[in-house]
């Protein structure tokens, strides 16, 4: 959430900031609504002058043995009246809370101008793709060729957009997480977080979710929502706390599943487990004093490129535009690996730094060092590191083998009893 203080400060600005993201300027109805709260506020300030002040008279006439009636009907008038400018100032208030929560967050000043993934920059590229000498296939394919991959059944069980994985390649699948939490927690600095899969909508509104993007999640009959990513209940471990910065950064990580309706993907990748409706995902969440969220993103981006280095998978690095970044972001780097039957790089992680946009909706904050009074919003920031399933995905389609099995990466081999190869029925 953008600050209403700079808003009224910089009306030009923030269009200028929606512009670039592609949207309509929003600053002259924020204003609006913002200019009468306060007008009512201030009305409201002054009748309770005007109540104390008359009720002080009363006390005055009464010692007196006057007659303080007409004094008592006025305070009760301007009772009246306060109570229905209360209601109003209340109403005004949600209304502006309302605007500002589907407001998207600044770009950065270093994000590249554009409308769509066609102006992302790329900004390094790691790994050649391999040269195949035989046809490829995709992972859909070899993985029920295999037998171990089942979404025909999983449709008859849950619908479209889920997968049965079985033996080794649902084995593959944690030893997959398994690495990836291990390096996180031992090499990254990160702490291993086992979080609730289920929030209420507050920890949605202090990551963004809500209220602009309800059609994208699942919830429940009872109130609760099912988690679109591990981010959610990371990034609220700080919400309404007041922390010490000398116990800044705070880094976690999680392996969780994810679960998302994929309201805006009908009619893409229909095949296959590139976007299920339920998907497992390591995710990375760092906590953090501003001045120090730039070199954080950095430092995540690393931390999911070595992800991918260690397992052997081309990828390259992509800075968002304006127009493709998330509505919470001020920057974005997405990671896309190379997929052979697709013969294009696919996003597998986007770390994003959301400066304070989180942590003004959530009020996460924190106190200087050696200070004793007051409060800044931290920064806030999130990464995949990596998505599970599009790993699983990556490493099937890239060590492939002409006879339909699939070589294991060497640094996931310890976490498969030893085993180097996946020839299905097994």
Known sequence: MLDIKWIRENPDDLDAALARRGAAPMAAGVLELDTRHRAVTTELQGLQSKRNEVSKQ????????????PLMDEVAAIKDKMAALEEEGRKLGEEVRHILLTIPN???????QGEDESANVEVRK?????EFNFAVKDHAELGAALGLMDFEQAAVVSGA?????????????????????DTHTSENGYVEVNPPLLVHDAALVGTGQLPKFAEDLFKTTNGHWLIPTAEVSLTNIVAEKIVDGAELPLRFTAFTPCFRSEAGAA?????????????????LVSIVAPEDSEAELERMTGCAEG???????????????????????IRTFDLEVWLPSQDTYREISSCSNTGDFQARRMNA?????GETKGARFVHTLN??????GRTLVAIIENYQEEDGSIRIPDVLRPYMGGDDKISGGN
């Open 58 to 69: 009363i006390g005055g006439v009464k010692a007196k043995g006057g007659d303080a009636q």
């Open 106 to 112: 600044v770009p950065h000043e270093a994000v590249p």
């Open 126 to 130: 790691s790994g050649e793709p391999r």
């Open 161 to 181: 957009r889920f997968v049965f994985l079985k033996g080794q390649l649902a084995r593959l699948e944690r030893a997959i997480a398994q690495f990836m939490l």
């Open 267 to 283: 009619g893409k990748d229909t095949k296959g487990m590139i976007r299920n409706h339920q998907f497992e995902k390591v995710e």
């Open 307 to 329: 992800i991918l280095q260690k397992l052997g998978l081309p990828y390259r690095v992509m800075q968002l535009c304006s127009g493709d970044m998330g509505f919470g972001a």
């Open 365 to 369: 904050r924190f106190r200087p060092a």
């Open 383 to 388: 990464g995949s590191g990596l998505a599970v």
